[in-house]
């Protein structure tokens, strides 16, 4: 079955830079569009943005503005989330989500989730 295995994340100053990986297994890449998403504690599940099945077209969350890039190497079955200028209130654990879907806002519309990975922005 499908299976999404996550890398990346830790712990980085403000202002520094993460680059988040994403694995897909079990079935072809490009069926999926992917998303990425984040949740503090005592807060809601949050959009970060998406990527549709053949990376012509990305989509980002409101408090990105410009500083994160989401993109998809078909021939390693995996998609990244690479953030720069990170601020404190990055600091959330971040997964990412498949779906064959048009729609990469929607967490009900994913199908396969990641187990998730904690970034921490602190100085």
């Known amino acids: 079955q499908v299976q999404l295995v996550q890398s990346g994340g830790g712990l980085v100053q403000p202002g520094g830079s993460l680059r988040l990986s994403c694995v897909v297994s079990g079935r072809s890449f490009e069926d999926f569009a992917m998303g990425w998403f984040r949740q503090a504690p005592g807060k809601e599940r949050e959009y970060v943005g998406g990527?549709?099945?053949?990376?012509?077209?990305?989509d980002y969350g409101d408090f990105v503005k410009g500083r994160f890039t989401i993109s998809r190497d078909n021939a390693k079955n995996t998609v990244f989330l690479q953030m720069n200028s990170l601020k404190l209130e990055d600091t959330a654990v971040y997964y990412c989500a498949a779906g064959p879907i048009l729609e990469t806002d929607i967490p009900r519309l994913y199908d396969y989730w990641g187990q998730g990975t904690q970034v921490t922005v602190s100085s």
């Open positions: 990527i549709n099945w053949y990376g012509t077209k990305t």
